[in-house]
């Protein structure tokens, strides 16, 4: 098979793709035929090593993947063989045509939901349900969504608008607020613009903080008295750099979300499942073949990408 190898840590073209046996599944894994692979921003980071962790190298990147079930391991259903579905590799394996997934990390495809947007749903839904659930967001309230036009953010105004929220999309650029906008975003604002705390039409009673820094900061700085700040992503390179004491002088409460396997499998099912109803429509602005993996990671990089990212690894299924 062909599979995208990251040998030393630092620019995108440090990935190249490589002829590489193919993986043999172990107990209780799938072995899956690679429609499309997904890309997160965290990937880039921890391919330039300034990630949140440091894997050991040489490594083939990538952890979520969509495709065909080729064959399973002992203590797996036969029946899973032909199979469309998603799942998670464990961190590793997913740039390749073919990849190893853990039987609790895979879920099957349901019938009316194409391939390649499950796979863009599979982490980014779950992360968007997962915070959205953790903030109680009650019908009237003002929600800020930062990184609006990004893989999480597109969704998350869509299921906050569903919860009756009046949403904020905060986003960079024209291109980008254009995005939030068309997705139900009552209001969507360029942060490119220096005032753009002066443009969110006053305080907001959550913050989904997916980009940390000082974007982060600035957002905390809007919540109202008795507001939520939630924290699930550093698009920035870094955290929101802020104190429990700091939030409680100025009334306001930053949530830490957690979950457990239980909850992220429940997460993952209901996000596939609004998918395939219609209610959740998963952005997927990029998609470039398995051999271009290096470009799609700085088109990432340079903040051009809008929605989600795939790479095509192999036949496309519908």
Do not use: C
Not at 132 to 152: C, D, F, I, M, Q
Not at 217 to 229: I, W
Not at 291 to 302: C, L, M, Y
């Amino acid at each position: 098979m062909r599979a995208v190898w990251l040998s030393d840590f630092g620019p995108a073209a440090n990935l190249r793709i490589e002829e590489t046996p193919d993986p043999v599944p172990a107990p209780n894994t799938a072995l899956v035929d690679v429609a499309y692979a997904n890309i997160t921003f965290v990937e880039t980071q921890v391919r330039s090593g300034n990630g949140p962790f440091r894997p050991q190298l040489p490594m083939v990147p990538g952890n979520g993947v969509g495709g065909v079930v080729r064959a399973v391991g002992a203590g797996m259903d036969p029946g899973l063989v032909g199979a469309r579905v998603v799942g998670s590799t464990g961190g590793s394996g997913g740039y390749a045509e073919l990849a190893l997934v853990p039987a609790d990390a895979l879920y099957r495809v349901p019938d009316t939901l194409a391939l390649d947007a499950a796979v863009a749903v599979l982490a980014d839904g779950r992360t968007a349900s997962l915070v959205l659930s953790a903030a109680r967001t009650k019908p009237g309230e003002r929600v800020l969504v930062e990184a609006a036009a990004g893989g999480v953010g597109t969704l998350l105004v869509q299921l906050a608008k569903a919860a009756g929220a009046t949403v904020v999309a905060l986003a960079g650029g024209d291109r980008k607020t254009k995005v939030a906008a068309d997705l139900g975003a009552d209001l969507a604002v360029d942060y490119l613009a220096a005032d753009w705390p002066t443009r969110l039409g006053g305080p907001v009673d959550v913050v989904f903080d997916g980009v940390g820094g000082e974007i982060g900061r600035t957002a905390f700085a809007q919540l109202a008295p008795g507001g939520r700040m939630l924290t699930y992503g550093l698009a920035s390179g870094q955290w929101t750099a802020l104190s429990e004491d700091e939030a409680a002088a100025r009334g306001v409460t930053i949530v830490r979300p957690t979950a457990g396997p239980e909850d992220m499998r429940r997460f993952t099912e209901s996000a596939l499942l609004a998918a395939a109803e219609g209610r959740l429509h998963p952005v997927i602005g990029q998609r470039f073949p398995l051999e271009r993996a290096a470009d799609a990671h700085s088109v990432i990089e340079s903040r051009q990408a809008v929605g989600k990212t795939l790479l095509i690894a192999g036949k496309a299924v519908q």
